[in-house]
């Protein structure tokens, strides 16, 4: 009978998990707004990076266009270095002070407080008024519980499998204990499957009226000349979509040393 407490095991985490799921898209969907939100709002760049990428991201978006407008120098290096010391918003201004008094910081730090800075606190805020972000204190995300339900999935099949390596009675077949971890493994699977076609995709900013607004902007390549729009296609995208060589290797170090 030592196939039993990994059974009971298996079948706590698979239900656990996909409570959490269910709970989670049952949140969102009596939280979303109506179809209408957020309707003719035009999102700023870093509005859209909060909604894309969180915190990190607006504070991504700040660098690149501090960087592109000349007031800003991101060495390949990884270093920053003030050249106008005169910031244009609250985000710029964040961003001098985070890289302080000497006029040049390493960018992993640098961005790291931009990032919790009181502007990004105040974008959070207006989105989740507006209807746009999810609030904070709103529990576990679909996108946390996906995940959950993901990591239960595997635990799930790792306790099969280390319960088919143990002693069971002679007259308990090996293939009816499969069996038997194989359902909560299939409950599992059967709601990421449900999660996938009801709720995807799984934003862990955004709320369902935010996610439909992204849908709406520009992604994909364009005209660099036009800075908003490039600034945009950054929010969304990631550093990935920065064309400057220079830049890409500045971002490349922003991870401080001994953290991966």
Do not use: K, N
């Not at 290096?77 to 003030?82: L, P, R």
């Not at 490349?252 to 040393?257: C, D, I, N, S």
């Amino acid at each position: 009978m030592f196939w039993v407490p990994p059974l009971l095991l298996a079948w706590a985490v698979a239900g656990a998990a996909c409570l959490r799921l269910c709970l989670a898209a049952v949140r969102g969907a009596a939280a979303a707004p109506g179809s209408d939100a957020g309707g003719g709002r035009d999102l700023t760049p870093y509005e859209a990076a909060f909604l894309s990428g969180g915190p990190g991201r607006v504070a991504d978006v700040a660098l690149v266009a501090m960087a592109r407008r000349r007031r800003l120098l991101l060495a390949h290096t990884g270093w920053a270095t003030v050249v106008d010391p005169h910031g244009r918003d609250e985000m710029e201004r964040s961003v001098i002070g985070a890289i302080g008094p000497d006029g040049q910081s390493p960018l992993a730090p640098v961005r790291a407080a931009a990032a919790t800075a009181d502007p990004v606190r105040g974008i959070a805020e207006r989105l989740a008024a507006a209807g746009l972000a999810v609030p904070d204190g709103a529990g576990t995300t679909v996108a946390d519980a996906v995940r959950q339900v993901r990591l239960a999935a595997a635990a799930v099949a790792g306790l099969g499998a280390a319960a088919l390596l143990m002693p069971v009675p002679l007259d308990l077949p090996r293939h009816l204990l499969a069996l038997w971890f194989a359902l909560p493994l299939i409950l599992a699977v059967g709601c990421l499957a449900i999660a996938r076609f009801e709720v995807h995709p799984y934003a862990r900013w955004a709320s369902p009226a935010g996610q439909r607004l992204l849908d709406t902007l520009p992604s994909g390549t364009g005209d660099t000349g036009d800075d908003r729009a490039y600034l945009t296609r950054v929010a969304v995208r990631g550093i990935r979509a920065v064309d400057e060589p220079e830049l890409r290797a500045a971002f490349a170090h922003r991870t401080p040393p001994g953290r991966h």
